[in-house]
């Protein structure tokens, strides 16, 4: 489904943007931080979107769901390891909550209903899972995804997993960022900056006043 389309219904379900405040609840202690490591896709495109958010602190590209010895793209990208591409979301709760990044993660950053592909890469590296590291985190995912499949928001089953982090491993240096000093890279260009485009045109009281991206 494309992403205009799942933006759409969502909306239309009444869970859009204007339901899902970027700022939490008034009892969560300002400058307090929280992380939650997402899978969805090639982690450039995640890192691109995620980064633009205010109230998220860092964004950091790596792998989660296997052991540290394997934790190398050489050996991730065969597949064969069990750690998915994913993003280290550091994130203050008091700017910014669980819910809107979900929003953010089902409706622009991936396809939640490809198993183990996203686009144009194909392999369970490249799987939809939520680390979760607190129990209202996994709380939350598993009750939007509920949502998300009774209302049938999407015209294919939601595959994404939820899981504890049992450790996330920082990714090589050259795949830090590498939408912001490779924007003109054929893949950035065809897979990534669109979904940049979709989330600072639906939803433009989530970004940053200063973004990392160039406008």
Request: charged letters at 20%.
């Amino acid at each position: 489904m494309k992403i205009r389309n799942v933006i759409a219904l969502f909306l239309a379900i009444g869970i859009g943007a204007a339901t899902a405040p970027a700022v939490a609840a008034p009892d969560v202690a300002p400058g307090s931080t929280e992380r939650v490591v997402l899978a969805g896709g090639c982690f450039w495109g995640m890192q691109l979107v995620f980064e633009e958010l205010k109230g998220v602190d860092r964004v950091v590209a790596g792998y989660a769901g296997g052991s540290s010895t394997t934790a190398q793209y050489e050996t991730v990208s065969t597949g064969a390891t069990g750690h998915a591409e994913s993003v280290e979301i550091t994130y203050d709760p008091s700017k910014i909550s669980f819910k809107t990044l979900l929003n953010v993660y089902f409706k622009v950053a991936h396809d939640p209903t490809e198993l183990n592909r996203q686009g144009p890469d194909e392999g369970s590296q490249y799987r939809s899972e939520i680390f979760y590291t607190t129990d209202a985190q996994r709380a939350e995912a598993i009750a939007t995804i509920a949502h998300l499949q009774q209302t049938h928001v999407f015209t294919s089953p939601i595959v994404t997993v939820v899981a504890p982090l049992r450790g996330f491993y920082r990714a090589e240096a050259y795949h830090q960022e590498f939408a912001l000093h490779n924007p003109h890279d054929p893949y950035i260009v065809f897979n990534d900056l669109p979904k940049l485009k979709v989330l600072r045109a639906d939803f433009p009281e989530l970004i940053k006043t200063n973004p990392p991206f160039p406008a």
